[in-house]
């Protein structure tokens, strides 16, 4: 039996060193369930950084490599997978090499830096045939599936308005000696899109189109340069219409004092609302439309995706976060993956996310650009 075969599906990472927060949580995520293995990779472009990922990570030194294309070569017949966690400037160029060697993706969001990058990534995967599943965090927490479903079964009526706010602080909140808290350099750099968007504003479109399945037709934004980094985009504020007279009111900032990640969502419609805070994420408060609250967990009794075992490591009352959400994804690309090794067959579904999805929100936030700039209301249709 070669190592392909065994038991654990073997993933190589490209990025996503020690040194990266984003790194460590993909690959705690990954191996939570003993579905994944991190078997090799690529991790840092700084050689000290690369070999003390490898030796953090429990990846051998033969398997670390020092550039993406000596990892392809050897690898490309040893693993399942490789994970893309480089800047996502990088994040086209590395798709697509991995995507035309034939090795099966998965990729931190966003997919790419602009619709542009998106088609030449969809080229690609129709020319190959190939696997690409894109990772959005947040729809893997067990409270906003639950919302989902309820919405989808109409628990609420008929969807009117959604409330959508992501906002964060860390491009205008000082150090303990008064200077600003400097980010990598390369979200500091706005190109098609302003990397605020592709940093938050792919969740934020991504949750609305998860959780409802509705369209956006038109909106109107502003961008704004609040923080300490006048050269980039900090904040955006959004008005869009969507399918069947859905009204969305948009938020998304890294200049909002008092935030940490204050992803929140409300969602009203004709019989019912729901809120859910990423920061207090067990908890869903509903009400009904005689007025009454409703607060639900995991355990309550009208608890139906989020009871179910896979979601209850363990027992509500004991917080699950964000890793644990990042796991839950990975078991639904652990199902996707072993179908595809079967079959080729690449299936999208409601929790495995391709590059049509990723394209969806790259064309919504180059609209709510276009918006800022122009100062007027803008069709996703032009």
Not at 23 to 47: D, N, Q, T, V
Not at 263 to 278: D, N, P
Request: aromatic share 10%.
């Amino acid at each position: 039996m070669s190592e392909k075969d065994s038991e654990k599906l073997k993933v190589a990472f490209l990025g996503g060193g020690i040194h990266s927060s984003v790194g460590r949580a993909h690959r705690i995520a990954l191996e939570m369930e003993k579905r994944f293995e991190l078997a090799a990779g690529c991790f840092s472009r700084y050689p000290d950084r690369n070999k003390d990922s490898a030796r953090a990570y429990g990846v051998p030194a033969d398997r670390t490599y020092d550039r993406s294309d000596e990892l392809i070569v050897n690898e490309k017949d040893k693993i399942h997978a490789v994970v893309i966690l480089t800047p996502t400037p990088n994040h086209k160029r590395d798709v697509v090499q991995c995507l035309g060697a034939g090795i099966p993706v998965i990729c931190e969001k966003a997919i790419a830096a602009s619709v542009k990058e998106a088609l030449e990534i969809e080229r690609v995967m129709r020319q190959r045939g190939g696997f690409l599943a894109v990772t959005y965090n947040y729809s893997g927490y067990p409270m906003l599936r639950e919302l989902r479903s309820f919405i989808l079964e109409g628990r609420l009526g008929r969807v009117t308005q959604i409330h959508i706010e992501m906002p964060q602080e860390g491009f205008i909140r000082a150090d303990k000696d008064g200077h600003p808290i400097k980010p990598q350099a390369w979200r500091l750099r706005d190109g098609a899109l302003p990397t605020l968007s592709l940093d938050l504003g792919v969740h934020v479109h991504h949750t609305v189109d998860f959780l409802t399945g509705e369209k956006p037709i038109e909106l109107a934004a502003v961008h704004n340069r609040f923080g300490s980094f006048k050269q980039v985009v900090d904040n955006v504020m959004c008005i869009a219409r969507y399918t069947h007279e859905v009204v969305c009111h948009i938020w998304y900032s890294k200049a909002a004092l008092g935030h940490r990640n204050g992803l929140r969502i409300r969602v009203y419609g004709k019989k019912g609302s729901a809120e859910w805070y990423q920061m207090d994420p067990e908890t869903l408060h509903m009400n009904d439309r005689f007025g009454n609250p409703i607060k639900m967990d995991r355990a309550s009794k009208d608890a139906a995706i989020s009871s179910e075992a896979r979601y209850n490591r363990f027992k509500a009352g004991h917080p699950t976060g964000y890793i644990e959400a990042f796991a839950n994804l990975y078991w639904d690309i652990a199902d996707s993956l072993l179908w595809y090794l079967k079959t080729k067959e690449f299936k999208t579904d409601e929790y495995v996310f391709g590059v049509e999805k990723a394209m969806e929100g790259l064309v919504f936030l180059e609209a709510v650009k276009k918006s800022a700039v122009k100062h007027r209301w803008i069709r996703l249709d032009e």
